[in-house]
């Protein structure tokens, strides 16, 4: 597929490429899940050191081409129908959303680590309607949608199960300070308060 040069070239030539869905694209363009240096360098008609000088590292053997691409396309998927269901006030579809992306990018993106996957299955066992990581991966915060009504009683369960039991027990290093939990709700962001004249 010479038009293909990046990901983002593929939602508008899906139908065009005769696929209904990533899913079948990505079962049929991808045989295998892992794909060795060698193999990537041939299938591009590069060298090695070529694929190595775009990936920044000299230690990988093999790559999990097949879970990445999976996990880009699909994300990008859901952030289009993200829009679309806050747009509607839909927000529980949006909430299974966040919960598909934190699997997603658990699972197919690698990007999360054991400690954010319990705060996760915390956080919706703790009365959140979808949660998942959010920043760069690797650790961090995660972002929970959760209704007003129910916030209280959802910090006093994330507090004492998450804060005050289970980082304790695996990062005993880890300082907390009081402030774990941060409310916030949705506005409209940035925008002109004064219609002044222009000068």
Do not use: W
């Amino acid at each position: 597929m010479p038009e293909i040069k990046q990901l983002g070239d593929i939602p508008e030539k899906l139908d065009e490429m005769g696929f209904d869905n990533y899913d079948r694209l990505i079962t049929t363009v991808f045989e295998k899940d892992i794909y060795t240096v060698n193999e990537i360098a041939g299938y591009c008609g590069k060298k090695e050191n070529d694929i190595y000088s775009l990936t920044g590292s000299q230690k990988e053997e093999y790559f999990a081409v097949k879970k990445r691409c999976r996990h880009v396309l699909k994300e990008g998927e859901r952030v289009n129908k993200a829009a679309e269901y806050l747009e509607k006030g839909r927000v529980k579809l949006f909430s299974r959303l966040l919960n598909e992306s934190h699997m997603s990018c658990r699972d197919d993106y690698e990007i999360s680590c054991n400690e954010v996957n319990e705060l996760v299955r915390i956080c919706i066992d703790s009365g959140a309607a979808g949660s998942r990581i959010t920043g760069a991966g690797f650790g961090g915060s995660v972002v929970s949608i959760v209704d007003k009504n129910k916030v209280t009683e959802f910090k006093k369960k994330v507090e004492a199960q998450y804060y005050q039991n289970y980082i304790k027990k695996v990062r005993p290093e880890v300082f907390l300070d009081e402030e774990n939990i941060i409310v916030c709700s949705a506005s409209n962001g940035a925008g002109r308060l004064v219609n002044s004249p222009p000068q």
